[in-house]
């Protein structure tokens, strides 16, 4: 099956801070999203970026497909931006059907004050 | 808006006990999956539901079934339960008829039903 590694799996940011994680995938995608789970476990999803740019508020992502990588960009960090950001990808497949996503081992982000 | 609803919030079982989790898609979505996180895990895909017919399997165990009802609400049945099946069990939803290549894909996931099994 695919491979999903992110990077880095741990990082700790001061508030106001901008970091960079990233997401290497191993095959051809048609589906790619992050999400973040904060410290209450909930998974929140930010972006369904399969390719391209896109931006909501603080947070952006880029994903180059003929490279296999996508990026997420938190700028301007909060405390509330604490928490585990995953990487989910779904394997280009010729069949049908709703297939699952892959995740990542997540990039573990702690935001002090 | 209407997000996805799971319960039991928290279940404690007993091995070899039976447990049946329950997820409420959001209104309008025509697929449902069921994903397991262990704790400091990433989810891990079970298997997935697509206008209530059986879509897509993952690493679901034998002793784990699961269905998808006329009311579009889900249950994941597990039975012979064993320590290692202690975890996150998610429900999520995605799909909605009309909308724009992008927005039927993204998941949205429910809170979650943590299941502990002593």
């Known amino acids: 099956g695919i491979q999903v590694e992110q990077s880095p799996p741990d990082l700790i940011l001061q508030e106001g801070a901008n970091s960079t994680l990233r997401c290497n995938f191993s095959d051809s995608v048609n589906n790619l999203q992050w999400f973040h789970q904060n410290p209450w476990g909930q998974l929140i999803n930010l972006f369904y970026?399969?390719?391209g740019t896109k931006q909501n508020g603080r947070l952006s992502a880029t994903t180059v497909a003929t490279e296999r990588y996508s990026l997420l960009y938190i700028s301007s960090s909060q405390t509330t931006d604490s928490g585990v950001y995953f990487c989910?990808?779904?394997?280009?497949?010729?069949?049908?059907?709703?297939?699952?996503?892959?995740f990542g081992k997540g990039t573990h982000l702690i935001i002090q004050p | 808006a209407a997000g996805v609803i799971q319960s039991p919030r928290h279940l404690i079982k007993e091995k070899r006990e039976t447990a049946t989790l329950k997820c409420y898609p959001i209104p309008r979505h025509d697929t449902v999956y069921w994903y397991q996180q262990g704790p400091g895990q990433d989810p891990q895909f079970l298997i997935s539901?697509?206008?209530?017919?059986?879509?897509d399997k993952g690493s679901i165990p034998d002793r784990f079934s699961a269905q998808q009802f006329s009311d579009y609400h889900s249950e994941l049945n597990m039975s012979s339960l064993e320590l290692g099946d202690s975890a996150l069990y998610f429900c999520?939803?995605?799909?909605?008829?009309?909308?724009?290549?992008?927005?039927?894909?993204?998941?949205?996931f429910g809170s979650g039903t943590q299941l502990s099994v002593l």
């Open positions: 999520a939803s995605s799909g909605q008829p009309g909308q724009a290549r992008g927005e039927t894909e993204k998941l949205f």
């Open positions: 970026i399969p390719s």
């Open positions: 539901f697509y206008e209530k017919m059986q879509s």
């Open positions: 989910a990808v779904e394997q280009v497949y010729s069949g049908g059907g709703a297939d699952g996503l892959t």
